[in-house]
């Protein structure tokens, strides 16, 4: 059982990430029309060889449920951000492709929303405070990728 030190600490880092995640959605949603879902899928195709990924691999990349994603990406096609073609190398699947329009929507959106996270995160910290939230970041992310019982 958490201490009440250990729920207060736990408590105020659950609604302070909360409070940056809203911030930054706002921010994002208001300077370029995207929703931060939008801005995952645009931002993992764009990195991802040729601009394409399977509906599977994109799904395991930004950590959404297929059906999820697969409701999503169908809001994004009719907006031109994605499209869905057939899989060359198996038929079963389907591979999502960033289109010009959603790579230059991408493009437009990055500036100001890697600047609202450096006003909003990054200068907000020391840089030693910076270094301390990585390595709680990966901590937690090793710890919580692991089996049960690891």
Do not use: K, N
Not at 81 to 94: H, M, N, P, Q, Y
Request: a neutral charge.
């Amino acid at each position: 059982m958490p201490t009440a030190d250990e729920l207060r600490l736990w408590r105020d880092y659950i609604e302070t990430a909360e409070i940056l995640r809203s911030e930054l959605a706002s921010r994002l949603q208001s300077e370029s029309s995207l929703s931060t879902g939008d801005y995952g899928v645009l931002l993992a195709l764009s990195e991802a060889r040729e601009r394409r990924m399977r509906s599977s691999e994109l799904a395991a990349t930004i950590g959404w449920e297929r059906s999820r994603l697969s409701h999503h990406l169908g809001r994004m096609e009719r907006r031109g951000l994605i499209r869905r073609e057939e899989c060359v190398t198996d038929s079963r699947g389907a591979e999502v492709v960033l289109t010009p329009t959603g790579a230059d929507a991408f493009r437009s959106a990055s500036i100001p929303h890697l600047r609202a996270i450096r006003e909003l995160f990054v200068d907000a910290l020391t840089p030693e405070q910076l270094v301390a939230a990585g390595e709680v970041a990966a901590t937690l992310r090793r710890h919580l990728g692991s089996p049960p019982g690891a």
